[in-house]
């Protein structure tokens, strides 16, 4: 059993930053990947980046160069810092790991970014 809780959404402007934190507890959280998705308004659910139980990380063609993924392996907690923010990054934001197949989800984090 795992238990995710995300923090950090809000409101920013166009250009703006924020840094969503994922705080995993219940499980081995070093020995899990770690993933953040996104919904948008009338979208489906969306892979933002991913980052490996050993640091290796990928991101979505859409935020390549903008956003940065992270973990605090003493903390149990994963980061997605995001910069240069775009209305098209307004969503639900989610974080989420798999154990034996099946996913585990935190409650969702609102980004919204107004222009």
């Known amino acids: 059993q795992v238990h995710l809780v995300e923090s950090g959404g809000g409101l920013v402007q166009f250009g703006g930053s924020l840094r969503l934190s994922c705080a995993a507890s219940g499980s081995i959280f070093t020995l899990r990947d770690m993933a953040w998705y996104r919904r948008a308004p009338g979208k489906q659910r969306e892979l933002v980046a991913i980052?490996?139980?050993?640091?290796?990380?990928h991101l979505a063609n859409s935020v390549k160069g903008r956003f940065t993924i992270s973990r605090d392996n003493a903390k149990n907690t994963v980061y997605l810092q995001m910069n240069s923010l775009k209305a098209e990054d307004t969503a639900v934001y989610s974080c989420?790991?798999?154990?034996?197949?099946?996913?585990?989800w935190g409650q969702g984090t609102q980004v919204t970014v107004s222009s």
């Open positions: 989420n790991t798999v154990i034996s197949g099946v996913d585990y």
């Open positions: 980052i490996s139980s050993n640091g290796n990380t």
